[in-house]
């Protein structure tokens, strides 16, 4: 069972507007949530994170909000510009468990 | 300063054949991870290095994989008698481990595995 859920595999949006990725889950004991961009043939990169004690984290173009009594998790990229075009990842811990879980990733197209 | 770097960047195996995948973390991060993504999945976790700590080899998928890291730095992470389902995308993430904290992780470029 998937524990973690991007349910957009994709994703395109217009340069200058806001872009919005999302991701769900199940699993109440996470408390520690990040987004990686990756670009092809390249390893994830680390853009932001979050830790559940809050529910919003900014950092220049990219927000984070956090929902827990939802599960549910996103990403705001505004303006969005063509550089952003990659795949989003959402990545999630808990506790002790420093493993990180993944969703499958939506890939963002950003248009000039 | 350098960042996570692995080899090869690209393999091309016969079913059946060992490989032996490298990872040499960023200096001074404490912890260590190995990760695949196969085609059209998320990034599935594989084996934990922390420290002096034994590894938590939970996410290994069958007694064909195993890993190592020598003197906490460079880990090896050997695929025995490699079958096709093992073609993925190997990636090794490390970190700063410190207790009580959730640490980033930092992930390198990647070894793309294909066994014929």
């Known amino acids: 069972d998937q524990q973690v859920k991007q349910n957009s595999p994709s994703l395109s949006v217009q340069e200058g507007r806001i872009s919005i990725l999302n991701c769900d889950y199940t699993?109440?004991?996470?408390?520690?949530f990040l987004w990686y961009k990756k670009y092809p043939a390249e390893g994830p990169t680390f853009l932001i994170s979050?830790?559940?004690?809050?529910d919003k984290n900014e950092d220049g173009r990219f927000t984070v909000f956090l929902n827990k009594s939802a599960k549910h998790l996103s990403l705001h990229i505004v303006p969005s510009q063509p550089g952003d075009s990659a795949v989003y990842f959402c990545?999630?811990?808990?506790?002790?468990?420093?493993?990180?879980?993944f969703g499958k990733g939506t890939l963002l197209t950003v248009n000039p | 300063g350098a960042g996570v770097s692995q080899s090869p960047s690209n393999k091309v195996t016969e079913k059946g054949k060992d490989v032996e995948l490298r990872c040499d973390p960023i200096?001074?991060?404490?912890?260590l991870y190995w990760y695949r993504q196969s085609l059209g999945q998320g990034l599935e976790f594989l084996i934990y290095?922390?420290?002096?700590?034994?590894?938590?080899k939970s996410g290994l998928p069958s007694d064909r994989f195993s890993a190592e890291r020598t003197g906490g730095s460079v880990s090896t992470l050997t695929i025995q008698r490699t079958q096709q389902e093992d073609s993925a995308v190997y990636l090794c993430?490390?970190?700063?481990?410190?207790?009580?904290?959730?640490?980033?992780?930092?992930f390198g470029p990647g070894t793309r595995l294909l066994v014929l």
């Open positions: 993430a490390s970190s700063q481990k410190r207790s009580g904290h959730q640490e980033t992780q930092y």
């Open positions: 699993n109440s004991m996470f408390d520690y």
């Open positions: 979050i830790s559940s004690i809050k």
């Open positions: 990545a999630l811990s808990g506790g002790s468990n420093y493993k990180l879980t």
């Open positions: 200096s001074g991060h404490t912890a």
């Open positions: 290095f922390q420290g002096n700590s034994a590894p938590d």
